[in-house]
């Protein structure tokens, strides 16, 4: 079965320093990965994603993200913190059965970032 | 990205009584949508699959009954929250991905249900 670890509930960081948000997998096959952001009562909002190529990826509003397959880990980062930054962050993995995709979430990790 | 409209935005409701969420995709065409939903300060869970034309798949522990979801149309998708009580208050929310090529799900803005 797939599952997603995001090991922190949260991460605090000064800004202007960089952020990383941790994020691991388990997927039989190859992985479809994700990074969505939550603000307060809204839905969320797409990062970015990993399906093939680059390990490296880059994402909306300066994030990035590094692939490792032999660690499967999807760790999110960000050269340079924002306060508005601030936000839930979710990882995600997609994988197909016999039914179609799924994704599941990670549990989530709150980022603060302090002035 | 695609637009996923969810509508509304928050409800109350009475106990006993039945509501409809409506997720809408504005422009694209959506053959699969996700429900989930999302207590506070956890993450998202998926309550069901629903496939354009066909019954919703539910996660297991998801009373199908309760929770009826509609998928009569490539851009509308519908949850129904039967005779609902208090613990239905949750946050949720909707997903859309189009039938092309697989890429990342758009999401809706959520709905606040409150039940009293």
């Known amino acids: 079965a797939q599952s997603v670890a995001q090991p922190e509930d949260q991460v605090n960081v000064a800004e202007g320093n960089p952020l990383t948000v941790k994020c691991t997998y388990s997927v039989s096959g190859n992985p479809y990965l994700f990074w969505y952001v939550q603000y307060p009562n809204r839905g969320l909002q797409f990062l970015l994603k990993y399906i093939t190529g680059d390990n490296l990826v880059k994402g909306s509003y300066g994030f990035e993200a590094e692939f490792n397959k032999s660690q499967t880990s999807f760790h999110l980062k960000k050269p340079s913190a924002l306060v508005s930054d601030s936000a839930l962050y979710f990882c995600a993995v997609t994988s197909w059965d016999t039914g179609g995709f799924k994704t599941i979430f990670g549990a989530g990790t709150r980022l603060f970032v302090k002035a | ?116």
């Open chain 2, 1 to 116: 990205g695609a637009v996923v409209s969810q509508h509304p935005s928050w409800v109350i409701c009475k106990s006993g009584t039945s509501v409809k969420i409506e997720c809408r995709s504005l422009d694209f065409q959506a053959t699969t949508m996700f429900w989930y939903r999302q207590f506070p300060k956890q993450s998202l869970m998926l309550m069901a699959t629903s496939n354009e034309g066909s019954k919703a798949t539910y996660e297991q522990g998801v009373e199908k009954d309760k929770f009826l979801i509609n998928h009569a149309s490539l851009t509308l998708s519908t949850l129904t929250v039967t005779s609902a009580h208090p613990e239905d208050s949750s946050f949720y929310i909707c997903s859309a991905s189009g039938p092309v090529e697989f890429t990342e799900a758009f999401f809706g803005q959520g709905t606040r249900l409150t039940v009293v």
